[in-house]
């Protein structure tokens, strides 16, 4: 059985976007952007749901070629790239690319079939793809990162939930700038 990790940048009040979709008060410092690196680097696979993959194919696949690109983008762009990953969607897309596999009918069968068989982490990324397996209960790991800002608005982190979810702190960190990593196993 595979471990499924769910985690992203928020703000102090869970949101994962401001308003409008706006990802600009979430800059990583050198620091952070590391350990993000290192944490993406031990996936297996990549689930995307279609917002979080256009925002990331956006810029990824070519950003090792930006003219001051720093070795831990270059890097990231490469394992980004290279990385499988699954996009799930109803929009029509052809031929998505960047090792990517699209799937268009039930994400939560996908998901849990994925999770049921053999190799290395998967990362869920979005909330609106995490949410139904938040609820199913087939995530194992929820790695927030906590900026000092609150937007008042935008995409949150979790969605409503059927029943609590009890969880284990297995690390947290401070980086520059004040963002708190907190790193949660399920019980």
Known sequence: MRKLIYGMNLSLDGRTTATGGDLGWSEPSDEL???WLERE?????????RKLWETM????????????????????????????????TSAEIDEPGWNTRVVTGDALAEITRLKAGDGG???VGGPTLA???????????????????????GAPFFTTL????????????????????TRYERR
């Open 57 to 88: 194919g956006s810029h990824w696949p070519t950003a090792d070629e930006l003219p001051g690109a720093t070795p831990a983008e270059i890097a990231f762009a490469r394992n980004w790239r290279d990385t499988p990953k699954v996009l799930f």
């Open 162 to 181: 059927d029943s609590w979810v009890n969880l284990t702190l297995v690390e947290t960190r401070t980086f520059p700038g004040g963002v708190v990593l």
């Open 121 to 123: 982490p998967m990362r």
């Open 131 to 153: 949410a139904p397996a938040v609820r199913a209960g087939l995530v194992d790991e929820y790695e927030i990162v906590t900026h000092p800002v609150i937007l008042g608005g």
């Open 33 to 35: 952007f590391e350990w």
């Open 41 to 49: 680097q031990a996936i297996d696979l990549f689930l995307y749901g």
